[in-house]
């Protein structure tokens, strides 16, 4: 991800998951540059100095107190976007692996596979409306664990950190289907299950983990680096209005001498 993409990211953060420190702490730096530095600041150069005696000045002042307040919301968003990614996991795991939709789409794929092998009789295909497949052995269980980490590919990239357009990668269903079926105890064959079964779920759920450690990452050093950047332009936002505010000032005095 380049600089704007990580900063509308760290924007997305901020915006879907409320903090109220990231809040109090924007306003607080807003009114810092507009009252603090705006007024208070001019009035040390200059005892009749108002915010909106000099309009240019005034709204320089607004502009620079909202850029102030907005690096402060992105930093915060990059700094709490680990924590947030994090989250998704459990809660994108949750949710995929109880989808019905995708359940099901992992069964027919899953039955594609396993009926021309036989072992399947007197069972109803689903996209009949059947509800069950005869696992035969451990073989049969990769299969259907494959079809659930293939199926979950597409749905995941409309969820949590992916949505918002991070790269989401995956392992080889091939890949996670062994690892799963290795690390479930083994039953004993054959049974039947249903699409909301032990292997479908544990192979959705391995692909989020995947994508989410993945996500953070490739996250990692644009966020740290975005962080940086803000930190520096909003060192720079500081002492524009330092510099500004007792030049507009000063010159006030000596074009009103009255003053």
């Not at 990614?85 to 992992?106: F, K, M, P, T």
């Given at each position: 991800m380049n600089t704007f993409d990580t900063l509308e990211f760290s924007y997305l953060v901020i915006w879907n998951d409320f903090d109220l420190a990231a809040w109090v702490w924007a306003i607080f730096s807003l009114l810092f540059v507009f009252v603090v530095l705006g007024l208070f600041w001019g009035m040390m150069w200059n005892r009749k100095w108002g915010i909106f005696g000099h309009l240019a000045s005034a709204f320089l002042s607004i502009f620079l107190a909202l850029v102030l307040g907005s690096v402060v919301l992105?930093?915060?968003?990059?700094?709490?976007?680990?924590?947030?990614?994090?989250?998704?996991?459990?809660?994108?795991?949750?949710?995929?692996?109880?989808?019905?939709?995708?359940?099901?789409?992992?069964?027919?794929?899953?039955?594609?596979?396993?009926?021309?092998?036989?072992?399947?009789?007197?069972?109803?295909?689903?996209?009949?409306?059947?509800?069950?497949?005869r696992v035969n052995n451990a073989k049969e269980a990769q299969i259907l664990a494959r079809a659930a980490a293939d199926a979950v590919k597409l749905p995941m990239q409309m969820n949590g950190p992916f949505a918002f357009g991070v790269r989401c990668e995956f392992r080889d269903p091939m890949i996670v289907a062994d690892d799963v079926v290795a690390a479930i105890p083994s039953p004993v064959y054959p049974l039947l299950v249903s699409p909301d079964n032990v292997w479908s779920k544990a192979a959705i759920v391995a692909q989020v983990t995947f994508a989410v450690e993945s996500a953070i990452k490739v996250l990692s050093l644009p966020l740290e680096n975005l962080k940086a950047s803000l930190v520096w332009l909003g060192l720079m936002v500081i002492f524009i209005q330092l510099v500004l505010i007792p030049i507009v000032a000063t010159t006030d005095i000596k074009d009103n001498p009255k003053h």
């Open positions: 992105a930093w915060f968003g990059a700094a709490r976007a680990d924590m947030w990614i994090e989250r998704q996991r459990e809660v994108i795991s949750v949710q995929l692996a109880g989808s019905g939709i995708i359940n099901r789409s992992a069964f027919r794929l899953a039955w594609e596979s396993l009926q021309p092998l036989g072992g399947q009789g007197n069972l109803t295909p689903p996209s009949e409306g059947g509800n069950e497949i």
